[in-house]
């Protein structure tokens, strides 16, 4: 997909940082720059600052799972409630 406005971004190359970004934005604590819009216990959302789709969001999982089989008991059901608010 054609997406130029991205070029800033691509230009800049986070790939140099180490890590994982996502656990560094949500180090970072600074919510509004890093388009945190809500944290919970096991979740963090996010807008995505290079949608492809308007309304395009994240549910970031604090914990590095591969898929949604790997969430625990607790981890589901908050899932789901997070999903519920961002749907609302």
Not at 41 to 51: D, G, I, K, S
Request: net charge positive; aromatic share 12%.
């Amino acid at each position: 997909m054609w997406s130029p406005w991205r070029k800033t971004y691509l230009r800049a190359n986070p790939l140099k940082q180490k890590g994982c970004l996502f656990c560094r934005l949500l180090k970072e604590r600074r919510d509004s720059k890093n388009l945190i819009l809500f944290r919970t216990p096991a979740y963090a959302v996010l807008l995505n600052r290079y949608p492809y789709n308007n309304g395009h969001l994240m549910i970031l999982p604090r914990r590095h799972i591969a898929s949604l089989s790997k969430m625990n008991s607790r981890e589901r059901a908050e899932f789901f409630g997070v999903l519920n608010r961002v749907l609302e």
